[in-house]
């Protein structure tokens, strides 16, 4: 017999993959939509001097571009764009539905019914945004790389582009509702780690290629991203556990004793989205300096706002402290201590020695900003420090594999394979019932 307590073990789990027909189909449709999408990467634009463009894309902002599209701005197919503008619009919802009334309403008073409309409106915001990326990338960024440029070469180019990120957005909605985990999480995971062997390839020829020295260096950086790795599990499933007791009830002639539980409260509230925040930011200077035409700015940015120039330590400082600030900024969006302390008091419950009301928010307010304190701390080392080693070390092989890869790559295998065990464990009480 299998405890229905007990989480399913490995075996458990890949012969429910192999025997349970609902959780074999989700696995196929989830590994066949991305398989789709990595081939859509490779349908190239006409039109375009690739050899040109590619020897062009050495800044910032194409850099980070090129790793959450799996190598769709270097390859320049119809999913250049891929998930990246409904991860955009997703942000803008966030940021507005803290900001206007009516959004905020539709999110927590009507159900599902609000849940559906603000998924429709950020769809509309993803496709006005993937509208206005498309017309800048065929009207800006690939002019002088196009060899017929002119209003026809705009309309169809930017046409392919949209096109291309509504598929994948549709693509990514239908591994959500139908697959295995989070769509839109699993397209940046993917795009991620497709640039896994190239980065390990060029890892090992530097150190066939090196000496005795170079061999340790590359040794020293890869137990840098390993214990990295054990860092981001630990901090992503680190949360403290506020005790809460509930009020003792009396139903008919029966008296319910109170009962405990405890409130969770994550130790890293943003996720990945202040590092996201933050390298959006930092990347903006750069892409001003490469279309203003401006030597100093062009000069400045490059030395003092790219983790590639000589001035990377300033660049380290407004990275850390830029992450610290967002890690807060985002922390406000997600949880409301006003809104959770009303809550307690309307359900009957308290925290155990604070007054229900204005003391325990500001008891929860306390607690947040310590554990987002904590957070922004980790976040900001876990950016800055891969970029330190690599410089100290003088390994640049890497560079495409920062923090925001690793914490993306943890977050959403770790959420994955929990949805994959809920599907067991469901598996498990539908035999019960049956027997």
Known sequence: MISRDKAPSAQETFMQMAQAAGLRGRLFVTIGILLLIRLGIYIPIPGIDRVAFGAQQNNGLAGLLDIFSGGGFSALGVFTLGILPFINA????????????????????????????????????????????????SAVWLKPFAFNFGPVFVFE????????????????????????????SLLIFL????????????????????????????????????????GIVFVQEGMRRIPIISARRQVGRRVLAEQRSFLPLRLNQGG??????????????????????NQAIAAFTSTYLSPGGSG??????IYLFSIIF????????IVNPVDIAQNLKKMGSSIPGIRPGKATSEYLERVLNRLTFLGAGFLGLVAII??????????????????????????????????????????????????
């Not at 896994?196 to 170079?214: D, F, H, K, S, V």
């Not at 840098?224 to 054990?230: E, K, M, Y």
């Not at 990377?312 to 400082?317: I, N, S, T």
């Open 326 to 333: 967002f890690s807060y900024f985002y922390s406000s969006l």
């Open 90 to 137: 997703s942000i803008i919802i966030q940021l507005l539905t803290a900001a206007i009334p009516s959004l905020e309403k539709l999110q927590k008073d009507e159900g599902e019914a609000g849940r559906r409309k603000i998924s429709q409106i950020t769809r509309y915001v993803a496709l006005g945004w993937a509208i206005v990326q498309s017309i800048f990338i």
């Open 272 to 293: 990945v989205m202040p590092i996201i925040f933050a390298t959006a930011i930092l990347s903006l200077p750069l892409l001003i300096g490469n279309f203003t035409q």
């Open 386 to 435: 891969p970029t330190v080693v690599e410089r100290v070390l003088d390994v640049q092989t890497f560079r495409g594999l920062g923090a925001t890869s690793l914490l993306i790559l943890v977050g959403v295998a770790i959420d994955t394979a929990k949805q994959v065990q809920t599907y067991v464990i469901s598996q498990r009480y539908e035999g019960m019932v049956k027997q």
């Open 191 to 230: 795009n991620i780690v497709s640039s896994l062997p190239t980065t390990l390839g060029n890892t090992i020829q530097l150190a066939q290629t090196g000496g005795r020295e170079t061999v340790g260096q590359v040794v020293v950086l890869l137990l840098l991203f390993l214990a990295t790795i054990v």
């Open 312 to 317: 990377w330590w300033a660049y380290a400082l």
């Open 157 to 184: 180019t930017a046409l392919a582009l949209v096109a291309g990120s509504m598929f994948v957005m549709w693509a990514s909605e239908v591994v959500t509702e139908r697959g295995i985990g989070n769509g839109a």
